[in-house]
């Protein structure tokens, strides 16, 4: 293994058999070597670590580390123990589905080793089908008018984004390993499946990020994954996490922040009857017609008439759900982005 590597890169992964040799690949091609590459595989029941195992034998830098099961909502203890074993000054996150450009640490290394005032960096990323065939996006939208926020100067300003919605992909992130420390590592609560809105709202209280406008890596869309698998109680334990944080933000940094309690639940309100919505498609994709009819039935009579375009997609899945008909042939024949796995 590298005996003092300056980054240390942590790689849950669960069942990633068909894409862990992407991702380890990516981080291989780095430009910048001076990695560890630390992947905490979570009980894996397919090939995942005998395909690690393979990639260890040729690269001392990739340490693999085999865990009973604990699940996604336990995820927080799987970043953690790998964090406890990092040697490295600064901590990158890349999960076993995702995949990195080449010069995406190179980049940002530069920029934390010469700016002691930067704890985060990160940077923009597409969104791209399952078998890395099509790019459906590239985010964040640099439109929007928002970007003032995104290097977090004056810090906490980038909470103005992050208590409403998640500018920041998580696979372009990389943090000084002491400011993770700070907050005592990486932080899950509110009954969420993921660990990065979550330790982000903190670590903006601490000090300045630096975005990056070039696209640093690509994370895959399909419907087995875990932001489709629970689409409307990560929008639930979003809410209740952004409330939260809006009334116990540090007295020093409230004057930089413009929103409100009421454009949080206002936010939210209009993204979970988009979550229904969507996670009937998802469930439909899954063939689970029973429980994508409940979902379309709730996005159809979510109160209020707001997000009208949303309700009539909830309309005819619903009558998909009824035919079981096939709602990603159709939209293939439309040319609209399929997330069929």
């Not at 809410?239 to 922040?257: E, G, V």
Request: proline share 3%; aromatic share 10%; charged share 25%.
């Amino acid at each position: 293994m590298q005996s003092n590597p300056l980054v240390t890169v942590i790689t849950p992964t669960y069942n990633h058999e068909r894409y862990i040799v992407d991702c380890i690949k990516s981080v291989q091609a780095q430009t910048f070597s001076n990695w560890e590459m630390i992947i905490i595989n979570d009980g894996s029941t397919d090939k995942t670590a005998e395909i690690v195992e393979n990639y260890i034998k040729n690269d001392n830098r990739i340490i693999l580390i085999n865990q009973e099961n604990v699940g996604i909502f336990r995820l927080a203890e799987s970043y953690n123990k790998a964090l406890g074993l990092s040697k490295g000054k600064y901590i990158s996150i890349l999960e076993g589905d995702d995949l990195w450009e080449p010069f995406k640490l190179e980049r940002q290394i530069s920029v934390l080793e010469n700016n002691n005032k930067i704890i985060l960096a990160w940077g923009k990323a597409y969104s791209i089908t399952d078998d890395l065939s099509k790019i459906i996006g590239l985010y964040p939208d640099l439109s929007s008018g928002k970007t003032v926020y995104f290097n977090n100067n004056p810090v906490g300003s980038i909470l103005n984004l992050l208590l409403i919605e998640n500018c920041i992909p998580a696979l372009t992130v990389t943090v000084r390993k002491d400011a993770l420390n700070k907050i005592e590592g990486f932080i899950q609560n509110h009954n969420l499946p993921l660990v990065d809105i979550p330790t982000l709202i903190e670590l903006a209280k601490f000090g300045e990020f630096y975005f990056d406008e070039k696209p640093l890596g690509k994370w895959r869309i399909y419907a087995n994954q875990i932001t489709k698998t629970f689409p409307v109680e990560i929008i639930q334990g979003r809410l209740a996490l952004c409330l939260h944080h809006f009334s116990d933000i540090p007295d020093d940094i409230k004057c930089n922040i413009s929103i409100s309690k009421n454009n949080i639940k206002k936010h939210f309100n209009n993204r979970i009857q988009i979550a229904y919505a969507r996670s009937g498609r998802y469930k439909l994709i899954r063939k689970e017609f029973t429980a994508a009819r409940k979902d379309y039935i709730k996005a159809i009579f979510y109160k209020g008439f707001r997000n009208l375009a949303w309700r009539l997609r909830a309309i005819i899945g619903y009558i998909f759900s009824l035919f079981r008909m096939d709602v990603e042939g159709i939209s293939k024949i439309l040319g609209k982005d399929s997330y069929r796995k």
